[in-house]
């Protein structure tokens, strides 16, 4: 049974250095059909393959960073294998399938994958993520780690329905709605924050300067990203209303906040009222709360735990709410997040990787009715 409890290493191996044969291509035009195509919109994708719940059944699903295994040598880590147990376990705790799964960029480390036929596919995400519950989709994301390697190959795996046929990815940046049981509605938009940041350089002093970024191809499509994610939320009636990329808004920990996030996208979210952001990109989980939105960060899904190097940091809002980290851990060696989406609010949770709860947020509570209006 679950409980309530009230409650690194740092890797630099020049992600810069490679430059994927996908953002090299962008710099210059479309790579391939899918990318040239207007982001998709998908509605109710997942509910429709799943049996139909009662109405007072919550909407559960998952949401995991930075969880692609070692290397190609090391395809697997333990702890990404753990969080897989954990999540089946929280989802056999609340008695629910949950609706799907998000991979918050990381997907494989250390630089990415190289083409379709990858055998990554098979070892880091279908056979690590064999449990029945998992067997649901995973909606995708890049991180920096993909973007050192072939993106356009991860978009191809879901274009082709390859193995298990969970992997979606069908754009860089893309959104899909969920409606749970109780009939309130979910909305995720995905940006891809190397688009709008580049890629990690250096870091800057601890606790002071969040990390420096370096140039990278794929930023020429910037301006279009955050006129899309601009329209996007300014048109959604969703009850709640998430905004999910790799790179987090706010972070203690090693990797620190997100300049170019902070100065693009969070008035976006405040403008058109989102629920909050999701992320990972650090390799530890904190909880931030600012103008009535949720910041998760849930970036433990290889291991635990980054260094908070940047807890003091004046561009996060204060200290966090709940934060798991190298000097806090509670013996975990990873970790995710749960939202369990019921009938008058949002319950979100932060797990350990066995499932244990750690933290649980504040209720979230569906937008006003004239959707849109700023927080």
């Given at each position: 049974?679950?409980?309530?409890?009230?409650?690194?290493?740092?890797?630099?191996?020049?992600?810069?250095?490679?430059?994927?044969?996908?953002?090299?291509?962008?710099?210059?035009?479309?790579?391939?059909?899918?990318?040239?195509?207007?982001?998709?919109?998908?509605?109710?994708?997942?509910?429709?393959?799943?049996a139909a719940a009662k109405?007072?059944?919550?909407?559960?699903?998952?949401?995991?960073?930075?969880?692609?295994?070692?290397?190609?040598?090391?395809?697997?880590?333990?702890?990404?294998?753990?969080?897989?147990?954990?999540?089946?376990?929280?989802?056999?705790?609340?008695?629910?399938?949950?609706?799907?799964?998000?991979?918050?960029?990381?997907?494989?480390?250390?630089?990415?994958?190289?083409?379709?036929?990858?055998?990554?596919?098979?070892?880091?995400?279908?056979?690590?993520?064999?449990?029945?519950?998992?067997?649901?989709?995973?909606?995708?994301?890049?991180?920096?780690?993909?973007?050192?390697?072939?993106?356009?190959?991860?978009?191809?795996?879901?274009?082709?329905?390859?193995?298990?046929?969970?992997?979606?990815?069908?754009?860089?940046?893309?959104?899909?709605?969920?409606?749970?049981?109780?009939?309130?509605?979910?909305?995720?938009?995905?940006?891809?924050?190397?688009?709008?940041?580049?890629?990690?350089?250096?870091?800057?002093?601890?606790?002071?300067?969040?990390?420096?970024?370096?140039?990278?191809?794929?930023?020429?499509?910037?301006?279009?990203?955050?006129?899309?994610l601009e329209a996007t939320?300014?048109?959604?009636?969703?009850?709640?209303?998430?905004?999910?990329?790799?790179?987090?808004?706010?972070?203690?920990?090693?990797?620190?906040?997100?300049?170019?996030?902070?100065?693009?996208?969070?008035?976006?979210?405040?403008?058109?009222?989102?629920?909050?952001?999701?992320?990972?990109?650090?390799?530890?989980?904190?909880?931030?709360?600012?103008?009535?939105?949720?910041?998760?960060?849930?970036?433990?899904?290889?291991?635990?735990?980054?260094?908070?190097?940047?807890?003091?940091?004046?561009?996060?809002?204060?200290?966090?709410?709940?934060?798991?980290?190298?000097?806090?851990?509670?013996?975990?060696?990873?970790?995710?997040?749960?939202?369990?989406?019921?009938?008058?609010?949002?319950?979100?949770?932060y797990h350990s990787d066995?499932?244990?709860?750690?933290?649980?947020?504040?209720?979230?509570?569906?937008?006003?009715?004239?959707?849109?209006?700023?927080?």
């Amino acid at each position: 049974m679950l409980t309530d409890i009230s409650l690194l290493r740092h890797e630099r191996r020049g992600a810069a250095a490679a430059l994927s044969a996908l953002s090299l291509l962008l710099a210059t035009g479309c790579v391939l059909l899918l990318l040239c195509r207007p982001p998709p919109s998908v509605h109710n994708r997942a509910t429709s393959g799943r049996a139909a719940a009662k109405k007072d059944s919550p909407l559960l699903f998952f949401a995991m960073g930075d969880w692609g295994g070692g290397s190609r040598f090391m395809p697997t880590t333990r702890s990404q294998l753990a969080n897989g147990d954990g999540m089946a376990t929280v989802a056999s705790w609340m008695g629910v399938t949950p609706a799907f799964v998000m991979a918050v960029g990381d997907n494989f480390y250390e630089c990415g994958v190289t083409d379709v036929e990858s055998r990554r596919f098979a070892s880091t995400f279908e056979a690590a993520f064999s449990q029945p519950a998992l067997q649901v989709p995973w909606y995708a994301i890049a991180g920096n780690h993909d973007h050192c390697g072939n993106v356009s190959a991860q978009l191809a795996y879901a274009a082709q329905r390859r193995g298990t046929a969970r992997w979606r990815y069908p754009h860089l940046w893309y959104t899909f709605t969920e409606r749970a049981p109780s009939g309130a509605t979910v909305q995720i938009v995905y940006i891809d924050t190397v688009v709008l940041a580049g890629m990690p350089q250096e870091e800057g002093e601890p606790g002071v300067v969040a990390e420096q970024y370096a140039p990278h191809p794929a930023q020429r499509l910037g301006p279009e990203q955050l006129a899309w994610l601009e329209a996007t939320l300014a048109s959604s009636t969703a009850d709640y209303l998430w905004v999910s990329g790799h790179y987090p808004v706010f972070s203690p920990c090693q990797h620190g906040p997100t300049p170019a996030l902070l100065r693009d996208v969070l008035p976006l979210l405040r403008r058109h009222g989102a629920a909050g952001f999701i992320a990972g990109h650090d390799h530890c989980s904190a909880h931030y709360e600012q103008h009535g939105m949720a910041f998760v960060l849930s970036g433990a899904g290889r291991e635990c735990c980054y260094h908070p190097r940047h807890l003091a940091s004046p561009l996060n809002p204060g200290p966090p709410h709940f934060r798991m980290d190298r000097e806090r851990h509670y013996g975990a060696i990873g970790g995710f997040a749960s939202f369990s989406v019921g009938a008058g609010a949002t319950t979100l949770r932060y797990h350990s990787d066995n499932g244990t709860v750690l933290y649980t947020a504040e209720p979230i509570l569906p937008r006003r009715p004239e959707a849109g209006t700023e927080r």
